[in-house]
């Protein structure tokens, strides 16, 4: 990496999961792409320093720390059965309407997804983690196509709580790889998702 440091240039690739803790061990099952990336936002809030006042001074002080947050994904080509995981939606009915209602059983997911960065001219990508959220309710807009097309896009919006290892995380950041291949794997890999090796003859 170059001294000069690195600027982001692109997000790609989010996945899913359903998340699952056994006495602080953190799995995840059912890991998913959940459709194509356009924008990705994470607002964290922290909570306030705690000051310890001594002589009328501030003697010591503890900064704040993560106490939640809202993490949005704009996406395209929402993948219906992405949908329903990140929902918990039940089966659809006879006329093949999905209901969102008493019977909607919102779970804990994981969400993954790739940064591309540039630093000195060279590309690199970055995995990065949310281990523990939850979709909150879904909005929808649509308008009417006019004259030039609108490329209408969807955002999910989540929140973003600390995850029930011993210590807590609710960001995970992989390191700088030089294909977003390599990236993308290493989100597969944590959410235990097999991909075939490709057949080669």
Not at 19 to 43: C, F, H, M, P
Not at 84 to 97: H, R
Not at 151 to 164: A, C, P, S, T, Y
Not at 189 to 199: E, L, Q, R
Request: proline share 5%; with cysteine.
């Amino acid at each position: 990496m170059s001294a000069a440091g690195k600027v982001c240039t692109g997000f790609s690739k989010p996945y899913v999961a359903l998340y699952a803790n056994n006495n602080g061990t953190i799995s995840y099952s059912s890991g998913q792409k959940l459709a194509r990336g356009v924008e990705v936002s994470l607002d964290p809030n922290a909570s306030d320093p705690n000051i310890f006042y001594a002589d009328n001074i501030s003697a010591e002080s503890l900064p704040g720390t993560f106490t939640n947050g809202t993490c949005t994904l704009t996406v395209d080509g929402l993948l219906a059965e992405a949908r329903e995981l990140i929902a918990g939606l039940p089966a659809a009915d006879e006329d093949g309407f999905m209901h969102y209602g008493d019977n909607q059983n919102v779970p804990y997911i994981g969400i993954g997804f790739i940064i591309r960065y540039l630093s000195d001219g060279v590309t690199y990508y970055t995995p990065v983690i949310l281990p523990k959220c939850s979709l909150q309710p879904e909005s929808l807009a649509a308008a009417t196509q006019e004259e030039e097309v609108d490329f209408q896009k969807e955002e999910l919006e989540f929140n973003v709580v600390r995850d029930d290892s011993s210590n807590h995380d609710w960001k995970l950041i992989g390191g700088d790889l030089a294909t977003e291949a390599a990236a993308e794997a290493k989100i597969q890999a944590k959410f235990g998702i097999t991909v075939n090796p490709p057949i080669t003859t």
